[in-house]
């Protein structure tokens, strides 16, 4: 059951989800329900319990979980727990207060009085129900994360928010640092003052920001601002190592918010301060994302600008091989436009494509570094007796680990993760901490073709394309906010001009191997081909599945005549795809929204693929 606050006068006003009540009805229904509060993380109803009482949430907000996984928001205006009411049964959910939140409860003997007079009770009561169910995205299994209303900057660890690093950040007047409504806590006193500024502005502002800067000597009031928040970032300043651990006051925001409600934002004087031990800073916090801020340096304090606002662009890359090159050419014109990613992920090939990315390589660069693992480095041509696999994995993990330069993932400037299939748990593995090259190295696990990566634990890790070639709705995990998508066309229907009966054996196998160019011209599927084939084989379906919302997807050309593993074709399809992308955004106007028109590009390459055809 709830925690109850003291029962108080009720209102003139209701709930939206009775605005069609007429004003004697509203008051008849103020009059019978009671008030109560509950703080952020307690718990409204549990999962099981007898469906005793109605709820209108009237300030706040509120997560349905289900099986431990959050599967959908409650905002003000909208009732609580209805369907168990009404039908009479037990929780089938378990709802907790994202932040500090204010309900009206209706018990079941004082509703069944009331609307025998109202009836129109029910009726608002089953249309808000009809509406939210109508919105929900039933595609998605977890929700997934949504703009924050009210957001707070707290100090993390044992010092305070540096005063270089707020001025800077809202010194950018951007359109998304002008929408901010700031209060910063050294304009308060009480915490009693914090809640009624919240209750004066939350509905005219489109989104207030908390700033807890300042008073380390009042905690009471920097918890209650993580308590009033939707998400909360706490700031670490690194230059003190002494002041790292995370103290008394953090650790008590932790315990009492949700996972995905805090991020970490870790600080640097300035962008020539190399990144390091990240991973023992996350060790006792237990956080969502974290972000490396240098102070001095604007495009990272714009990106976490993005993220509290709710509108990080996040970049998603599809495996395929050497036709990776084409994610680069598209890429580099897109860059070339003044266009941004916050945080970047893919499945195989777009793993190590967005790894490198991350570290920072331009896409020549990564190019280049590509055709020296395949091409002058020849990784795979190095075979091996085709017991664990028929590539001698060595070679290939040598230049993995020279071109991840040994970096963690966790010390990546920009928020990373890699996906790979976990056959010993049959399902999706989403990768965001240690080495980077091994992550890309379980992303890129091609059955056959390479031996799987195995973990610390034993768990078993193939190709992610397995099992999620576009791993899009990972990243929508992750935040709210416009995505890009780059995936593949659909490749075309695969026939060879061979038969059955013409597959070499004996001699003529022996002089296919050594002598291919001397064979016959007719061609049967190889093993390296048909491995490479089977990993999309179910991409297309998949894909089709996905619900594209507002994201935007590109799909870059491909090459004629260019298989998978054709690295020396890779400059020519890095070549297409970047034209293809650059007389693309010449037609389309970006000195305004850049989102906006880059999905009119993405509309005008949906158009062009249907019609060739």
């Known amino acids: ?314 970049l998603v890359l599809c495996g395929g091989g050497a036709f990776g090159s084409a994610h680069l050419g598209m890429i580099k014109a897109l860059q070339e436009q003044g266009y941004h990613f916050d945080i970047l992920g893919g499945t195989s090939v777009g793993s190590a494509i967005t790894g490198l990315s991350a570290l920072g390589y331009t896409p020549d660069k990564a190019l280049t570094q590509l055709e020296e693992m395949f091409i002058t480095k020849k990784v795979f041509k190095k075979y091996t007796a085709p017991l664990y696999s028929f590539i001698d994995h060595k070679y290939f993990d040598h230049e993995l680990r020279k071109a991840a330069k040994n970096i963690a993932i966790e010390d990546l400037p920009i928020n990373y993760f890699a996906v790979a299939t976990n056959l010993s748990l049959n399902q999706l593995q989403v990768i965001r901490k240690g080495p980077l090259w091994k992550a890309v190295r379980a992303s890129c696990s091609i059955p056959g073709i390479l031996p799987p990566y195995l973990t610390k634990n034993g768990e078993v890790l193939i190709d992610g394309a397995v099992m999620d070639n576009t791993p899009i709705k990972t990243l929508r995990s992750m935040k709210s906010g416009p995505n890009v998508v780059m995936n593949f066309t659909p490749m075309k229907a695969w026939k060879v001009n061979s038969r059955y009966d013409d597959i070499p054996r004996g001699f003529a196998l022996l002089r296919k191997i050594f002598l291919p160019k001397s064979t016959s011209s007719k061609y049967f599927p190889t093993i390296f081909a048909i491995l490479s084939r089977t990993m999309v084989t179910n991409t297309e379906k998949r894909f089709s599945e996905i619900d594209q919302k507002d994201d935007i997807f590109l799909e870059p050309k491909r090459l004629p005549r260019m298989g998978m593993m054709n690295w020396k074709k890779s400059q020519e399809q890095f070549d297409l795809s970047y034209k293809q992308m650059k007389t693309a955004l010449k037609n389309i106007d970006t000195s305004q929204d850049k989102i906006d028109a880059l999905r009119k590009v993405s509309i005008s390459m949906k158009q062009r693929g249907k019609h060739s055809n």
Not at 49 to 59: P, R
Not at 204 to 227: F, K, R, T, W
Not at 287 to 308: G, K, M, S, Y
């Open 1 to 314: 059951m709830p925690i109850k606050a003291e029962t108080v006068d009720q209102s003139n006003s209701t709930t939206s989800i009775f605005s069609k009540l007429s004003e004697e009805h509203k008051q008849q229904l103020n009059a019978q329900t009671a008030s109560l509060s509950i703080k952020a993380g307690q718990t409204l109803i549990e999962e099981g319990d007898k469906a005793d009482s109605l709820f209108f949430l009237t300030q706040g907000k509120l997560v349905v979980f289900s099986d431990d996984k959050p599967i959908a928001e409650i905002l003000p205006g909208e009732s609580v727990g209805e369907i168990a009411f009404l039908m009479g049964g037990v929780r089938t959910a378990t709802v907790v207060a994202s932040r500090n939140s204010k309900l009206l409860e209706l018990n079941k003997k004082t509703y069944d009085k009331l609307t025998k007079d109202i009836p129109e009770i029910t009726q608002s009561i089953i249309h808000s129900l009809a509406n939210r169910l109508n919105a929900k995205n039933i595609s998605s299994p977890t929700l997934e994360p949504k703009v924050s209303k009210i957001v707070a900057l707290l100090p993390a660890g044992k010092s305070e928010i540096p005063n270089a690093f707020i001025k800077n950040l809202l010194n950018n007047k951007n359109e998304i640092s002008k929408s901010w409504k700031i209060l910063h806590a050294t304009e308060l006193n009480s915490t009693e003052e914090l809640d009624q500024w919240i209750e004066e502005n939350e509905e005219q502002a489109s989104q207030l920001i908390l700033i807890g800067s300042g008073s380390g000597e009042n905690p009471e009031l920097l918890l209650a601002m993580s308590e009033h928040a939707d998400k909360s970032f706490m700031i670490l300043d690194n230059k003190n190592k002494d002041f790292l651990p995370a103290s008394k006051l953090e650790n008590n925001i932790y315990k009492n918010s949700l996972l995905n409600n805090i991020d970490l934002v870790i600080l640097r004087e300035n962008n020539s301060i190399e990144i390091t031990g990240t991973a023992k800073l996350l060790i006792e916090r237990p956080v969502h994302l974290h972000h490396h801020i240098a102070i001095d340096h604007q495009p990272d304090l714009e990106r976490l600008q993005r993220f509290i606002a709710g509108k990080a662009t996040g």
